[in-house]
């Protein structure tokens, strides 16, 4: 009996998708819908529009040397005097 029971999960869970299986569906789909050139437009208006957004903070990265390492524990975040 026990194993009848597991089959049946097994067969439940092999019928459901993954999060990310359903994401690869979906891009594959758009990719047959509108093709690869969809995909260079809107990646090129991304990075523009990334570009406008934060061009003053990838200036600062780039003045520091690339992109700012995580603080550790020990070093105190945010305004000074605040806690």
Known sequence: MGS?????NQCKVSSEITVRQAGQRGGHATLERHGVGFFRKI?????????????????????????????????????????
């Open 43 to 83: 990646g090129t208006r991304g990075g523009r529009r990334t570009k406008q957004l934060y061009a003053q903070l990838l200036r600062e990265f780039g003045k520091k040397g690339g992109r700012p390492r995580r603080p550790t524990l020990d070093e105190t975040v945010g305004e000074r005097g605040q806690q």
């Open 4 to 8: 009848r029971i597991a089959e049946k």
